[in-house]
């Protein structure tokens, strides 16, 4: 199947600074990217999709101004957590599709494990 | 209600066993059904999708009702491998997100 790299795989950081998390699909265009957070014992929660080249779409409850998407290529999307606290120390995983749309099998990154302190 | 549901697990077997997982959902306009394994720390991984005409891949089998809303995996001779966490995935087809069901734990067992 495809692949698809995330960098870097863990980060501590001190409460206040930005992170900056990068999704890579390394064999094929990802036309949409999926960033996902998954809390320990819980399943993924969808927190954003962006398409390459517009703006991207946030679920609700999700702070677009706290969590940064850029997807400038279609092989790169980047996550910056703004201002991190405890609180949003997390697995955040992101996912590459080829297609727009539904339906279309999704490859998912390594993930990225933040922790605040 | 939540949008995918699935059995709440955790389900521990012994080798050779069959065991099987449910899953419901709730948007009747759903198009793509997926099951996927995450192993512990790990990233989800395709396990098979899932169409309405049901279909198998070695030891795994997956059925789909659509009048019902309901997707199932069946794993015939259970393997120590296959000790991972399930999920259910839906795709509601028009902004192309994904939700996942809250997964079940399998445990296999010697």
């Known amino acids: 199947g495809a692949v698809v790299s995330q960098h870097p795989s863990w980060v501590i950081c001190k409460s206040g600074t930005s992170v900056k998390i990068e999704c890579r699909s390394l064999d094929f265009q990802a036309t949409t990217m999926f960033w996902y957070r998954q809390f320990p014992k819980q399943s993924l929660m969808l927190m954003a999709t962006s398409n390459e080249g517009s703006k991207a779409t946030y679920e609700q409850g999700v702070e677009k101004d706290k969590f940064l998407i850029n997807h400038a290529s279609l092989t790169l999307s980047t996550l910056t957590v703004t201002s991190a606290h405890p609180e949003d120390s997390s697995f955040y995983i992101c996912s590459a599709s080829s297609g727009r749309g539904g339906g279309h099998e999704q490859f998912f990154g390594p993930g990225t494990r933040l922790t605040v302190l | 209600r939540k949008e995918v549901e699935q059995d709440p697990g955790p389900f521990n077997v012994p080798e050779g066993a069959t065991v099987a997982f449910n899953c419901t959902y709730s948007?009747?306009?759903?198009?793509?059904f997926f099951w996927y394994r995450q192993d512990c720390r790990k990233e989800p991984k395709l396990l098979m999708s899932?169409?309405?005409s049901g279909n198998e891949d070695g030891r795994f089998t997956a059925q789909l009702n659509r009048a019902s809303q309901y997707i199932s995996l069946l794993i015939r001779d259970s393997k120590l491998s296959d000790s991972a966490t399930y999920l259910c995935v839906v795709n509601a087809g028009n902004a192309g997100k994904s939700t996942f069901g809250d997964g079940t734990t399998l445990t296999v067992k010697p």
């Open positions: 948007n009747s306009a759903s198009q793509s």
């Open positions: 899932v169409y309405s």
